[in-house]
């Protein structure tokens, strides 16, 4: 337990990105939907400062519209949308995890958080899981050395990418084996694997998601 360290998170502008675009995913935040900067703001305990970047951020995406002094209108999404997000980020990701590889760096960030991981599951404590797997993916940005990389990954990022009706136990474990399975390519060094892996991780967050689209599936 003494072993392990803090884990690190993504700034804040990237948190409440990633939660407004998780939320308009997942149809939380529906099409046509008013959302402020004060309600939001209040719903994340966050300033206003870091909405509003946030905000910015979607609308370049495409996913709201600004309303000056208004705060901003949801677009909604398209499983187009969704399907080429994810597409993207699989193809960053894995090229992250080949570089960590090739780069032969040090994995001691990576293993902290994979043992913080262990011990949600061990202690059964899901509601930790969404930091852990934010750090998971962040540490193996940093690592792989780019910085291009790591800031157009962490402006894609999205949260946890939970199925319709899937616990919070559910994906943990799911994301937890998976993580497993990378960090032991990467240990290996074995970058073809680790980034085979980290593709099909990707790829079943973005399955995952669609489900919010398709309830019926």
């Not at 308009?24 to 939907?33: F, P, R, S, V, Y």
């Not at 994810?86 to 043992?115: P, T, Y």
């Not at 993580?179 to 593709?199: C, P, R, S, T, Y």
Request: include cysteine; hydrophobic fraction near 40%; glycine fraction near 6%.
């Amino acid at each position: 337990m003494d072993s392990l360290r803090p884990i690190k998170l993504l700034p804040a502008r990237e948190r409440v990105a990633s939660a407004l675009r998780k939320a308009i995913m997942t149809q939380e935040l529906k099409k046509g939907e008013e959302i402020s900067l004060e309600s939001i703001a209040e719903r994340l305990q966050v300033s206003s400062t870091p909405v509003r970047e946030a905000y910015q951020m979607l609308a370049r995406e495409g996913l709201i519209k600004l309303r000056p002094n208004k705060g901003a209108i949801v677009l909604g999404i398209s499983e187009k949308w969704i399907r080429e997000h994810f597409e993207l980020r699989a193809i960053l990701e894995r090229e992250a995890v080949m570089m960590v590889c090739r780069k032969n760096v040090d994995l001691s960030s990576i293993l902290n958080v994979d043992a913080r991981s262990q011990e949600v599951l061990k202690y059964q404590t899901w509601q930790d899981y969404a930091d852990c797997n934010q750090s998971f993916h962040m540490e193996i940005w940093t690592a792989a050395g780019n910085e291009k990389l790591k800031e157009l990954l962490s402006s894609l990022w999205n949260g946890l990418s939970m199925g319709y009706r899937v616990t919070e136990e559910e994906y943990a474990r799911l994301s937890i084996g998976e993580h497993q399975e990378i960090v032991a390519a990467l240990v290996a060094k074995d970058g073809q694997k680790a980034g085979q892996l980290m593709e099909a991780h990707i790829l079943r967050s973005m399955e995952s998601i669609l489900t919010h689209l398709n309830p019926g599936e």
